[in-house]
Structure formats: C-alpha cells, structure tokens
C-alpha cells in the first residue's frame, strides 16, 4: 500500500501531528508503570465471573439492558456501603449512578455533554492527561490551572483562574495522577463555589484511586451539590482494569443528561454480567486494597529512606524524584527489568504499588541507582 500517514488524511485540524495516549506495554518481569492491581483475581470470583457469563451468553441475541440498572443499583449499594455510612449524606440511589466503558469513558460522555465546540474545561496539572486529551477528542478547549511545587492545588490561584476562565467544566483529580496526593475537601468546596459563581459549571471530582486513600470519598459533598460529579472506576481497587467499568455519582438530572450522548446498549451484557460478579466479591478485593496500601506506605518510607524526594501519596502509586534527567533514570530502571513511568512530570517519576516481591525487585533497582544519586 502506499505510504499514507495520519496527517495526509483530512483529519480534524486539532488531531494533526498528534499522537494516541499510551504507556509503553513492554514484555519485562515487573511492570509497575500503568497503576494496575497485581493480584488476579481470586479463583471464587473467576468461577462467578463465569457463571454469570454464562448466563448471559443465552440471551446474546437480544441487546443487553440499555440502563444497566441491576448493575447501577449494585454499584449505589457499593458507594453506600464503603463511603456515606455515618457521613449523615442521604444514601445514594440507581437514579443517582451511571455506568460506561471504563472512567475514561464516562468522562467523554460528561465532556460530550458539558463541554464541546465553543466550551472550555479546566484541570491543575500535571493531573491525569486523559483530561485534556478527552476535551480535545470531544472539541472542548482546554485550560491547564496551576499547582504549587509541592504538587497540592493553590486554591487562591484555582479559584482566581476559574473566575477568569469561567470554565463550563472543572476537574479534581484526588487522589492526583501522577503525583499521588489528595485534594482535601475544603479545597474541593472552595473550587465548586467558585465554579457556581463564574458559570455555572460542572465539577468532576476524578476519585479513581479513592480506595486507597488514607481519608474518605467525597461522596457525602454530593448532597445538594446537583453540578457535583463524582467519577470512580472498577479498574484499580476492582483489580478488573481488564473488565472496563466506571461509573459516577451525582444528582439524578446529570445521570439524565449524559444518556442524550450515549450510544444506546454501549455497556455489553457481558460486561454487565462481569461486573455484577465483581461485585458479589467486594469484601475480598477490598482486602487485596488493605495489602496495597501497606506496600504504598513501605514504597514512600523505602525511598524517603534511600534519599530520594517522594510526595505523600494516598493512591496506589508514588511519585519520587527528583532526578536532573528523570527519561535516564527511567532507562535505568527499566535495564534492572522493572518498568515504572515516566510522565513527564519534570524531574519525578512514578511507581505502582506491586507485589511484596515485585515492590522487593523496585527497591533493589533503585537501590543501585542511589549508590551514585545521594
Ligand atoms: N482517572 C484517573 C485519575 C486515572 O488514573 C485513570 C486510569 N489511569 C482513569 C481515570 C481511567 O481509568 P479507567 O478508564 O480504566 O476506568
């Protein structure tokens, strides 16, 4: 065939030049770079899984439940559960949640529905860069807000950079990715009152690692907050990044709005039926979470041991640095077998939480790497 590239076609003006999101997936013994779970899931749950696949595969020919409602009524209890008891928040309802693709996915129906041609979105980076990669898949204009050094958000600065860009979409990323730290609730506040001042807009608080968070979810913020967002994901505390399932909280008007942009029937009976089996094994996966967070926690204390700068981190993944050439040292790692990421974040890289042996593997990598470092 002849040689034609991306830009010789007639693609949209803002996809030229481009290229798609991605961490590298390099065949090497221990990959700690894309924030996934390590642990498989449980042997039970894979025969539910199956199971319920099972069933489901009987009624292939007809289109899945185009609501998913057995499974947004299964997710509500989930956020119910694990977030509002105690909190004194009004439990959350299947009106009050919606399901898609992964969060990513959920997040380009919020965008398609809050944002697009002639609309902007606003995020504090570096956060996750799916943010701004969504807004311009879906045509919204993107504006990048500030942080401090230390990586926590400069409320004073977001909330004068929201009244200037008076922004129809605002994101909070808490836990933050790439840098791991969470937004404090008075902060989150302080940017929704100033995004209702400027706008009205919608505040999507992005808590795919909340999980593994030392605090709580913001979830009980929701109550009488209707343009409060709150996107979670099955692919991390879950250990189903595989599965493909997000899901958000909000008022049941948002859960209205977004279904003017979703594909009918775009969350498969499979996927359904994968997920509802998921579910039924919460206790266990959440005990894979209580694991993770103590490997978090000796990560941050390891390398904070060895010299190197590491910010707090309530997700399942830290941030440390700093290094003058962070791709070198990234290379260097890598040569040592274990994959971490480099984001791009100037100076810092990032690791996710593994397994005792593969967190061992890590620690021994940079280890080596501290020899010459401090
Ligand atoms: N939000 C954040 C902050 C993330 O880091 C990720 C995944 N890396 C996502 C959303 C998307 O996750 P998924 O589409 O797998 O639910």
Redesign the pocket.
């Known amino acids: 065939m002849s040689e034609i590239r991306i830009d010789d076609l007639p693609v949209r003006e803002e996809l030229r030049g481009k290229s798609p999101y991605g961490a590298p997936q390099l065949d090497v013994p221990v990959r700690l770079n894309?924030?996934e779970n390590p642990y498989p899931l449980p042997d039970a749950l894979v025969e539910r899984i199956a199971e319920r696949v099972r069933e489901a595969a009987r009624h292939l020919n007809r289109y899945p439940d185009r609501d998913a409602v057995e499974l947004r009524t299964r997710l509500a209890q989930y956020l119910n559960d694990t977030a509002l008891t105690g909190a004194g928040g009004r439990s959350l309802g299947t009106e009050n949640v919606w399901a898609a693709n992964?969060?990513?996915?959920v997040?380009q129906q919020l965008l398609q529905t809050f944002g697009g041609p002639g609309r902007t979105a606003i995020g504090f980076e570096p956060s996750?860069s799916?943010h701004a990669l969504i807004a311009r898949g879906t045509g919204t204009g993107w504006i990048s807000g500030p942080r401090n050094d230390d990586f926590t958000i400069d409320v004073a600065a977001a909330e004068k950079a929201i009244a200037e860009h008076r922004p129809d979409v605002v994101f909070v990323?808490t836990p933050n990715?790439p840098t791991g730290n969470a937004v404090p609730a008075e902060a989150v506040l302080a940017l929704y009152d100033a995004a209702q001042a400027a706008r009205p807009s919608i505040v999507v608080v992005?808590e795919?690692?909340v999980e593994f968070s030392h605090g709580s979810s913001l979830l009980p913020l929701l109550e009488g907050r209707p343009h409060l967002v709150i996107s979670r994901?099955m692919?991390k505390a879950f250990g189903a990044?595989g599965l493909?399932l997000?899901y958000f909280a909000a008022h049941p008007a948002v859960v209205d709005a977004v279904q003017l942009v979703r594909l009918p029937y775009h969350l498969s009976a499979v996927t359904q039926a994968t997920a509802l089996a998921a579910l039924e094994h919460t206790g266990t996966l959440l005990g894979y979470v209580e694991q993770l967070k103590e490997e978090r926690d000796r990560l941050v204390a390891e390398l904070r041991g060895l010299g190197y700068e590491v910010t707090d981190s309530d997700a399942n993944f830290v941030q440390f640095g700093r290094f003058e050439d962070a791709h070198a040292t990234w290379r260097s790692i890598l040569d040592h077998g274990v994959l971490v990421r480099d984001n791009g974040v100037p100076g810092w890289l990032r690791v996710t939480a593994g397994t005792p042996a593969e967190n061992d593997a890590f620690l021994e990598a940079v280890r080596t790497l501290a020899k010459d470092h401090v």
């Open positions: 894309t924030n992964g969060s990513n996915e997040l996750y799916m990323t990715n992005d795919a690692y994901t692919s990044a493909r997000g």
